[in-house]
């Protein structure tokens, strides 16, 4: 496991490769091209929404595509990581001193925001409000033990100016006969020192300027798969293509706190290609297993 | 590692050897590590400073529990990565050659449930591998004192014992089955099952100590620790994680949460953990302790080089059985305690051979005792 420090710096530190537009263009493209065909012929259907969790089923349970999907209801580990971003950014910014002390008020006040407001900045809020103490008290241990993982990860003191931290996912539709929509998550968006002539590391800027060039942090349970490349590649692609007049992030941090693991993606044309191929393939596989469901 | 656990209650005198450990205290209190983990000893612990010698066993209370959990009596263990690296090493080594049929499929999982049980027995590892296992009203109480301490920790509070255990647990799908078990109790079951829970709730209530959270408390924290080119992966989730990641030396305690009768095998267990901890973080916890809810014990065990050591021979050699088996060896059996409660005990003659000879044992009123 890396030292807090160590990572941040890893994080912070100027990223050398940029993704110019005509390689996005090209990859947007060739997705366009590839991935038309591949859901053509089960057109139009129930949207696809690729995400980082749809690649990892399609590469290491590719049997339960197919698998009809659970009515939704809430969970603590539903809540987890927005409660648990919440108490980071709360922590961040300096009103609590660590995730056990944040988590409490953190979820009252968005209770009361909502009861105030009707507004519902997490969703969450009405179930959590109607639980009973006990089961709230799981769904706080759980947003703490993930929020702590992550606040004890990084040296917040060097993260100046703050990360973007949660916020939005990053969404892009392919255009092609049956929706198919990627989805890009990523936990905390650290704007990157860049290399000046004048200076010699220039101070960053706040993560949501536009122009303003971004490593995106990716946190995961367990374990990284043989392919964590690619499924860091894939927020890069996502969020290149999501937002085409903002620089490709050039890095990708991923953290597996189960595992203590930390790796880092410099993300060049090659991790893009890489990464929608991986895209294609999942597309692939999900049709797959549509048309075995429905034969 | 033989390990002689006291019988309860037991004589202790604590004093004498805390009073020696503040000297240390103080020390480590100075350097930044200790600062920054925020779970570093403090110069004086309320109630452990007068010196006061007991001389029949009661549990610890507040902060003096905590006093125990943070001075182990030992220097707390240097970071050092290269003892993880070594640990890592043994373990990959002696796994070498095994997982040449397992790689591209899901890693083989190994737990401290597991490797307890298939060290014991393999034949009763199989056979509890498979069904479901039957409810019981100790194992309902463990599971609701669990989430009880989880609240504890959290919110710093339990107001209704049952119905918080309850409302905890039905939002967990792993208990569905559990929760559905206890709604059909009979109404006798169900007061042997709440007057337990609320016993052991109002102990921990009473007894467990207020963790600062700059402590970073976390409860029901996942360790994975993969192995052998991601074929093997040990496992683990501590009831609780207290202190920041190691700088210079250990930082974090670890402690498991009982609520069942104190067994010999919870240590192998504390050891298991601190190996996952320090293959994880490269740095070993300074301490794993288990807290026995029933009684309000205590069990502390400093980390040491050798205790690691010792754990990752035990983790390799229940892996390879583990692995033997998964790939269609015959499980040995092997007559132990278990056999009394084994599932395979009405097909195995050891195992009947061994229970019959201690019922005969008892009957004859020669067990010894």
Redesign the interface.
Same mark, same amino acid.
Request: proline share 7%.
């Given at each position: 496991?890396m030292?807090?420090g160590d990572l941040t710096g890893v994080a912070l530190s100027p990223a050398g490769v940029t993704i110019d537009d005509v390689v996005r263009a090209e990859i947007r493209h060739r997705l366009i091209a590839r991935i038309g065909p591949l859901v053509e012929p089960t057109a139009p259907g129930r949207p696809i929404v690729v995400t980082l969790a749809l690649l990892r089923q399609a590469r290491?349970r590719v049997e339960s595509l197919g698998e009809p999907e659970d009515p939704f209801a809430w969970?603590?580990i539903f809540v987890r990581r927005s409660l648990g971003l919440a108490i980071v950014a709360a922590c961040a910014n300096g009103r609590?001193? !660590?995730? +056990?002390?944040a988590? *409490?008020p953190v979820a009252s006040e968005a209770v009361s925001e909502w009861e105030r407001t009707g507004w519902r900045t997490f969703h969450w809020e009405p179930w959590f409000a109607g +639980?009973? $103490? =006990?089961?709230?008290?799981?769904? +706080?241990? $759980?947003a703490? =033990?993930w929020a702590? !993982?992550i606040? +004890?990860s990084f040296d917040w003191n060097q993260l100046r100016p703050l990360p973007q931290i949660g916020s939005g996912d990053d969404q892009w539709i392919c255009p092609a006969g049956r929706t198919v929509r990627l989805k890009g998550r990523s936990e905390l968006r650290v704007p990157l020192a860049v290399a000046s002539p004048l200076e010699r590391e220039r101070r960053p800027t706040p993560a949501n300027e536009v122009g303003n060039r971004v490593a995106l942090v990716s946190v995961s *349970? =367990?374990?990284p798969t043989?392919w964590w490349s690619e499924e860091l590649a894939y927020l890069a692609l996502v969020a290149g293509l999501r937002w085409p007049a903002r620089p490709v992030p050039p890095r990708v941090l991923g953290l597996w706190p $189960? !595992? =203590?693991i930390h790796l880092s993606l410099e993300i060049d044309e090659e991790a893009l290609h890489s990464a929608a191929d991986r895209v294609v393939d999942t597309v692939r596989a999900v049709v797959e297993a549509c048309q075995s469901a429905a034969a | 590692m033989e390990v002689q656990l006291q019988s309860e209650p037991r004589e202790v005198t604590t004093a004498p050897a805390l009073g020696r450990h503040q000297v240390e205290d103080g020390m480590a209190a100075s350097t930044p590590a200790a600062r920054e983990s925020g779970f570093a000893p403090r110069s004086s612990t309320p109630g452990v400073a007068a010196g006061i010698e007991r001389r029949t066993w009661e549990p610890l209370v507040g902060d003096e529990l905590l006093g125990r959990l943070r001075i182990t009596g030992r220097p707390r263990p240097k970071t050092d990565p290269e003892l993880a690296h070594r640990l890592r090493a043994e373990l990959e080594d002696g796994l070498l050659g095994d997982d040449s049929d397992r790689r591209g499929g899901?890693p083989l999982v190994v737990t401290k449930d597991r490797l307890t049980r298939v060290l014991a027995c393999e034949a009763h590892y199989v056979a509890s591998e498979f069904g479901d296992r039957l409810p019981t009203v100790a194992m309902a109480c463990g599971a609701l004192i669990d989430?009880?301490f989880?609240?504890l #920790? &959290?919110?710093g509070s339990i %107001?209704?014992a049952m119905?918080?255990?309850?409302? /905890?647990l %039905?939002?967990?799908?792993h208990h569905r089955a559990l929760v559905s078990w206890i709604d059909r109790l009979t109404d006798s079951q169900r007061d042997e099952l709440r007057t337990e829970v609320e016993r052991q709730a109002n102990g921990l209530v009473r007894r467990w100590p207020t963790?600062d959270?700059?402590?970073?408390?976390? &409860?029901?924290? @996942? #360790?994975? #620790?993969?192995l052998a080119g991601?074929t093997i992966?040990l496992s683990a989730r501590v009831d609780l994680a207290i202190g /920041?990641?190691a700088?210079d030396e250990g930082s974090v305690a670890i402690i498991e949460i009982k609520s069942g009768v104190r067994r010999v095998e919870h240590r192998s267990d504390l050891h298991f953990y601190a190996l996952l901890e320090t293959l994880? @973080?490269?740095a070993p916890p300074f301490v794993v302790a288990t807290y026995y809810t029933r009684t309000g014990e205590l069990d502390v065990e400093p980390v040491s080089d050798d205790l690691l050591i010792g754990a990752a021979r035990r983790t390799l050699a229940g892996t390879r059985l583990l692995l033997n088996l998964a790939e269609g060896s015959e499980p040995r059996r092997t007559p132990s305690g278990l056999c009394g409660v084994c599932a395979a005990l009405p097909t195995c003659e050891p195992g009947q051979h061994r229970t019959i000879g201690r019922v005969r044992h008892r009957a004859q009123g020669s067990d010894g005792r």
């Open positions: 496991m030292r807090a290491t969970k603590p609590f001193r !660590s995730p +056990l002390e988590a *409490g +639980l009973a $103490d =006990g089961a709230r008290a799981m769904v +706080l241990a $759980d703490v =033990g702590t !993982s606040w +004890l *349970g =367990g374990c043989e $189960d !595992s =203590g | 899901p989430v009880l989880r609240q #920790v &959290t919110v %107001s209704d119905a918080d255990g309850l409302a /905890a %039905s939002v967990d799908d963790l959270p700059a402590w970073f408390p976390r &409860t029901q924290e @996942s #360790v994975r #620790v993969r991601g992966e /920041a990641p700088q994880r @973080s490269l």
